[in-house]
């Protein structure tokens, strides 16, 4: 298996496992975060901020997970179904009361040393906002 699919894959593990201190640890400390629908964050503490409000406002799981690399293991993609929970209202978005939703989601990777120095996420917010505020 090619080292950017593995990193991703363990990304991807650590980030089931709610083992934050392994997740962060596969990013670069410049990592490059592209927020879904929202602006760039650049460094590992920006990611880790980012993090914390999502652990809070939202419970998630990621299943279905298919990850693919470029030859030289440079770039990787992944695909995934996220199974969540919506646990704490978060601004600007419907009031949480536990909602589940099913939402397919993409990302986008740049590796450098062995380690993640870009993540892109994609997922539908018309299809979340449907899903936890159906009225």
């Known amino acids: 298996m090619p080292q950017a699919t593995q990193l991703i894959q363990q990304?991807?593990?650590a980030f089931n496992n709610g083992d934050m201190d392994t997740?962060?640890?596969l990013?670069?400390?410049d990592v490059i975060h592209d927020i879904n629908q929202g602006g760039r964050e650049v460094g590992k503490a920006a990611f880790t901020t980012f993090m914390q409000k999502m652990n809070h406002h939202y419970r998630e799981q990621l299943e279905d997970?298919?990850?693919l690399s470029n030859q030289d293991g440079s770039r990787a993609a992944a695909e995934f179904v996220v199974l969540?929970?919506?646990l704490n209202t978060d601004?600007?978005?419907p009031e949480a009361n536990g909602q589940k939703y099913r939402l397919p989601a993409g990302a986008f990777f740049e590796i450098r040393d062995g380690k993640?120095?870009?993540i892109t996420n994609y997922y539908n917010l018309g299809d979340w906002i449907a899903q936890?505020?159906?009225e």
Do not use: K, M, W
């Open 11 to 13: 990304y991807y593990q």
């Open 23 to 25: 997740f962060l640890s």
């Open 27 to 29: 990013l670069t400390d």
């Open 65 to 67: 997970i298919v990850v």
């Open 84 to 86: 969540g929970e919506y």
């Open 91 to 93: 601004e600007g978005l």
């Open 116 to 118: 993640v120095a870009r």
């Open 132 to 134: 936890v505020d159906p």
